[in-house]
């Protein structure tokens, strides 16, 4: 029937056929594409090109975003192609669908040339609004257009040139103007979901940052008419959805749906504990002071030949000696595992004060090397994060990939990518952003699996705590003013995640604790606990001689042991102190509440 009406039109028209517009083929090619008729649509497209009625930018983008929709590139970009062919000036819709449909055919550096070229657009559109009505500048058009010449042997690589066959330049630069004078926030949001499909969270980062930079929380939106106003209500449109692509990339990166299938993984993320700063400062210390073994041949300083000969044969011996008795500790541990286990409880807590530092290594020093200082290159399992390498043995954390300062990709933790987060998340607090519970859930697990624990402690306070049913409701005025988040619910995935860290910590920390314990059986030959192991152990050799070297390993290894052991409790009491403000904020889950109480109790 619409194409019966619009045949009608045509022959009872009095318009000349250049001057009928698209309008009314595009509403019938819409209908069809409705329908899931893309071949009778496309007739409809060619049938305007026999009659004469040249078609529009909508015509070309209602066929891209079909096109788009069904994931077919090509043919998008062969209409893409078309409507330069045919002299119609690309907007910002074209360009958002053409980095829409690179995003979904995962090719992101293709949407970032578009992206690139819609910016590049918008520069040429100041300019000639500067101008106030003067010349074109012909060469900053082509300059812009040729970065989609990179591959030409490409066939889905569009040929834009700024000469075309059809229409008035002067109206094609009137309305490329109009489009590119002030861009869409939705661009960036099309770039962030395309990062989120990529998997590049550093690039969304930017991309974040750029947008909050030419739009800010608090301003006016373009499409809403331009009303200046502090109502976050037009800001909201699409700041929401972009925080919600960045939080989702981040946690897509990090990895949380991987843990959540294999709980094994969780290790990546806590392979070494975080440090206190009273053990950070003694590692330092230590690292200093193993860098005057090691030297460099240009080094002003740098001790005679012998000399560092000397140090560098000791400090190789000394690790040798490390593996051997960490080796013994594991077999030890394998054997007598029932009776470290029990001893595991009674034993006493190690404390900062019980640790007898060692900050040096002045036994392994040679008696003549007092004034060396050079590069480090351990190859031992002292040092903490941030202080020196992470140890050798610790899994690469392949999913967290951020940008080095030289612009290129570089492999990094799951917990700088997660503080990157945290630092943005307060920005918005202070801007008055309005987080929803989407935000609230995908940045949860960022948090957790970022290890971000002061922040997480810092928002779960802020939170007003879920009344149960039932139960009499709270002063509504008081929860205004005490928390800033309300009717906030945390879903039982990042409660199962907390609850999978909690107990990692808490295997961890054991782990340090029974490796201490199988020491001070072994250094203190008079102890009870030497006498009881040495009665009822089963691997033998407790009382076994062992020379100098090895019982300073021992005693250093145990101190590592016991700093390890410090920190691993300080983080396991901070997940206990997440738990207990998580469970006022999961509702009447009782699975997720018993999860935690378990963990807790545990």
Request: net charge neutral; charged share 25%.
């Amino acid at each position: 029937r619409a194409e019966a009406e619009l045949r009608y039109l045509l022959e009872n028209t009095r318009l000349a056929r250049d001057r009928i517009p698209a309008r009314p083929f595009n509403y019938l090619i819409l209908g069809h594409l409705h329908h899931g008729k893309g071949l009778r649509a496309m007739q409809i497209y060619e049938n305007m090109g026999r009659l004469g009625i040249k078609p529009d930018v909508y015509t070309f983008s209602i066929l891209m975003r079909s096109y788009a929709l069904s994931r077919n590139l090509r043919n998008c970009m062969r209409v893409f192609n078309e409507m330069i062919r045919v002299g119609v000036a690309p907007d910002l819709v074209i360009y958002t669908i053409l980095i829409w449909a690179f995003g979904v055919a995962k090719r992101a550096d293709s949407a970032e040339l578009v992206f690139e070229q819609v910016v590049h657009e918008q520069q040429w559109a100041q300019e000639l609004v500067q101008k106030q009505g003067g010349d074109k500048p012909h060469a900053s058009a082509p300059e812009a257009l040729d970065v989609y010449t990179k591959d030409p042997n490409q066939p889905d690589w569009p040929e834009l040139l700024d000469s075309s066959d059809g229409g008035d330049s002067n109206t094609m630069d009137l309305m490329r103007t109009r489009s590119f004078l002030n861009l869409d926030p939705v661009v960036y949001v099309a770039m962030l979901k395309v990062y989120c499909i990529a998997r590049r969270p550093m690039r969304a980062l930017a991309t974040w940052e750029r947008l909050i930079k030419n739009y800010p929380v608090v301003q006016w939106n373009p499409r809403k008419g331009g009303v200046l106003s502090k109502s976050l209500h037009y800001t909201g449109s699409f700041h929401l959805p972009a925080l919600t692509l960045l939080l989702r990339t981040v946690r897509r990166s990090i990895g949380v749906s991987n843990v959540l299938e294999n709980k094994s993984s969780i290790l990546k993320y806590v392979y070494t504990p975080l440090y206190l700063s009273s053990v950070v400062s003694a590692m330092a210390s230590r690292l200093r002071y193993k860098r005057q073994f090691l030297w460099l041949p240009d080094d002003s300083r740098s001790p005679s030949p012998a000399v560092s000969e000397t140090g560098a044969s000791r400090m190789k011996s000394r690790s040798q000696i490390v593996k051997c008795v960490e080796e013994e500790i594991n077999e030890r541990l394998a054997f007598d595992y029932q009776f470290f286990a029990e001893r595991r409880y009674q034993a006493p807590k190690v404390t900062a004060s019980d640790i007898a530092w060692f900050v040096d290594y002045g036994y392994w020093m040679p008696q003549d090397s007092e004034d060396t200082l050079v590069p480090h290159h351990s190859d031992d399992h002292d040092l903490p994060a941030g202080v020196d390498d992470a140890p050798p043995s610790a899994p690469a954390n392949e999913d967290a990939q951020l940008i080095g300062p030289d612009g290129k990709f570089t492999q990094q933790s799951a917990q700088d990518m997660a503080s990157i987060v945290a630092r943005e998340w307060q920005k918005l607090e202070v801007a008055g952003f309005k987080l929803n519970n989407i935000h609230v859930s995908e940045y949860i697990p960022c948090m957790l699996l970022g290890r971000q624990h002061d922040h997480l402690i810092r928002f779960l306070s802020l939170v007003q705590p879920q009344v149960p049913t039932g139960s009499p409701g709270a002063d509504e005025s008081l929860c205004r003013k005490q928390f800033r988040y309300r009717n906030i619910s945390i879903d039982s995935r990042s409660s199962d995640l907390l609850a999978l860290q909690i107990e990692a910590v808490q295997q961890l920390l054991l782990g340090e604790r029974d490796k201490r314990i199988v020491l001070e059986a072994l250094i203190h030959p008079g102890s009870d606990l030497h006498q009881l192991y040495e009665q009822y152990g089963v691997y033998g050799g407790v009382g076994a001689p062992r020379d100098k070297d090895e019982l300073q390993v021992m005693r250093e290894r145990r101190v590592i042991h016991a700093e390890r052991e410090l920190s691993w409790a300080a983080e396991l009491g901070n997940l206990v102190q997440i738990g207990q403000l998580w469970r006022q904020h999961i509702g009447d889950d009782e699975t997720s509440q018993s999860r935690i109480d378990e963990a807790i109790a545990s």
